[in-house]
């Protein structure tokens, strides 16, 4: 079992940024991808953004992000970071963290093992 504990969320106005953290806990030792995905009111549940927790940490972006959200870890804290800059509106989710046990990075939630509770970003115009 892996726990995952997010924190970081926030209102914010538009062009403004956000840090979330997600720390896992727990056989964190079987974790080869984090991720963070989002959901709006009404929407289902979005990828945003992925990274390989080893093998140099490769990254991966939803288009809608790229260019403004970045991902990261440290693996010394089984901590996944991500850092949300000039935010806009549409922005506006509960974002999650997930981690999957498996070694490509995929997009669905259906690959991810565990998931977080949830933070409330919220950008207002």
């Known amino acids: 079992q892996v726990q995952l504990v997010e924190s970081g969320g926030g209102l914010v106005q538009a062009g403004g940024s956000l840090r979330l953290s997600c720390r896992a806990s727990?056989?964190?030792?079987?974790?080869?991808?984090m991720g963070w995905f989002r959901q709006a009111p009404g929407k289902d549940r979005e990828f945003a953004a992925a990274?390989?927790?080893?093998?140099?940490?490769?990254?991966y972006y939803t288009d809608s992000v790229k260019g403004r959200f970045t991902i990261s870890r440290d693996n010394a804290k089984n901590t996944v970071y991500l850092q949300m800059n000039s935010l806009k509106p549409e922005d506006t989710a509960v974002y999650y963290c997930?981690?999957?046990?498996?070694?490509?990075?995929?997009?669905?939630?259906?690959?991810?093992?565990?998931w977080g509770q949830g933070t409330q970003v919220t950008v207002s115009s």
């Open positions: 990274m390989h927790r080893w093998s140099g940490g490769n990254t």
């Open positions: 997930a981690v999957s046990g498996r070694t490509n990075i995929e997009t669905t939630t259906s690959a991810y093992d565990y």
């Open positions: 727990g056989r964190s030792s079987s974790i080869y991808v």
